[in-house]
């Protein structure tokens, strides 16, 4: 991938589309232009987005965007003069990503010049078609999702109506897993064939519990934690066939992992622990949700005062750091995170933000732009590479594609 400089004359140039970020002084503001070329051929309908880096927001930005025209070109006029973040995707594509500073009164060229070899491909299978009409969906609750090769999992929270939906090829099903009360969260694995569904729970009686279902709903095993506490969080991570939980108790989060082969061979005390996140940066205590980054062996965990800790997968009993996020995001409720984007997906309160992990400045903005969600309680990113969003406060999902467009509705 290489990027170019330069400058040109527009005056031979037909109609192209422009969303400019406006200023009060129009004197005052610069502009970007360039093509997008991809194997020497253009590339038309790109998304071209611009994050304005606000230094006293730490690092909170705004967000425009444009698309290429027939030739590849895109511009923006009207800019602040600042330092931006320029994000170029196709499709499920990211084709570029890197700064760029806009000055007063300047032109500035920025081509993006790509081949196949360095753009990452996401893996598509096909996913069952939900109906908008399920009489299943009708006053849903989502507060988690999980994903299996047999279709999505949702765990409806509605209260005396708890309950497994998985959206299957013959449609919506509820899985038959029997009653379990106050659930928590969800994930789900296949091992060396078979599926599993993972849910944290609270009995009245008895306290927490992780049970592990099979796909047709029959408990596989349940265990109660090995420490004075309650299961907080369970992720699932495939690169290294293990699952991890979070453990809250009244000082600490204890974070444990449970392998495969421990599920499969049903043994009684099967977890090992992996460390203890304690208090960071400030009564940071983590109590979920939760996300894994396989590709670069790392766990966010959210924390209950609004902030994001991320822990090293490769170093066990290592203390996690925080990420570093603008002030008043609010208490993240579901995280999902996209290892084509390199975008970590929060759900907090009526906002879902997309975070950009992919450099050592995360880039915030809301997303989609301008939508808000009446309170979203699960996050997750299906094998087309689809985002879902689960509404508790509208009782409904919705799917989207990453680039922001709203797919379908459920409800």
């Known amino acids: 991938m290489t990027i170019s400089g330069g400058s040109v004359s527009f005056s031979s140039i037909g109609t192209i589309l422009v ?18 070329t991809l194997d020497g051929q253009p590339v038309a309908s790109a998304t071209i987005s611009l994050f304005r880096l606000n230094q ?9 965007s444009s698309k290429s025209d027939g030739s590849g070109l895109y511009e923006f006029r009207g800019l602040v003069p600042s330092e931006y973040v320029l994000l170029v995707s196709s499709g499920n594509r990211r084709l570029y990503q890197g700064k760029i500073t ?18 990452q491909h996401p893996t598509v299978s096909p996913a069952p078609p939900l109906s908008t009409h399920d009489p299943l969906l009708k006053d849903v609750q989502p507060m988690g999702l999980a994903f ?3 279709g999505m999992v949702i765990l409806d929270g509605s209260h005396n109506r708890e309950r497994l939906l998985q959206a299957r090829a013959s449609g919506l099903a509820v899985v038959p897993t029997g009653v379990f009360q106050y659930p928590h969260d969800i ?44 299961f907080s969080t369970v992720v699932t991570d ?63 965990l959210a924390t209950t005062t609004g902030g994001i800790l991320t822990v090293d997968l490769k170093t066990p009993g290592s203390r996690p750091t925080p990420l570093t996020l603008p002030k008043g995001l609010g208490i993240p409720e579901a995280l ?30 809301e997303f989609p732009p301008h939508h808000r969600f ?38």
Do not use: C
Request: aromatic share 8%; proline share 4%; hydrophobic share 40%.
């Open 102 to 119: 806009i000055a007063t009164q300047t032109d500035t060229v920025k081509d993006v010049i790509v081949s196949s070899e360095s753009v």
């Open 56 to 64: 006293e927001a730490s690092g909170f930005t705004e967000n425009i």
């Open 19 to 36: 969303i400019a970020l406006m200023s009060q002084q129009a004197g005052n503001t610069g502009a970007l232009h360039g093509h997008i």
């Open 148 to 150: 299996l090769p047999s």
């Open 187 to 230: 994930a789900a694995a296949e091992i060396d064939g078979r599926q599993f569904i993972f849910l944290i729970w609270t009995s009245p009686t008895s306290g927490s519990w992780l049970t592990v279902y099979s796909a047709d709903g029959a408990t596989w095993n349940a265990w109660s934690p090995s420490v004075h506490g309650d």
């Open 336 to 365: 999902a995170f996209d290892s084509v984007g390199h975008t970590l997906y929060v759900g907090a309160g009526h906002h879902l933000w997309a975070v950009d992990v992919g450099s050592s400045s995360p880039i915030v903005s």
């Open 374 to 411: 009446g309170r979203v309680t699960a996050l997750g990113l299906d094998s087309d590479h689809r985002l879902w969003v689960g509404d508790w406060d509208a009782r409904a999902l919705y799917l989207m594609s990453v680039s922001g467009q709203m797919i379908q509705t459920l409800h």
């Open 238 to 300: 495939p690169s290294t066939h293990t699952t991890y939980l979070g453990i809250r108790t009244a000082d600490d989060v204890e974070l444990i992992q449970l392998s495969d082969q421990s599920v499969l061979s049903r043994q009684p005390h099967p977890f090992l622990p992996f460390s203890i996140t304690g208090t960071v940066g400030g009564n940071q205590s983590p109590s979920g949700p939760a996300a894994v980054d396989s590709a670069n062996a790392r766990l966010f």
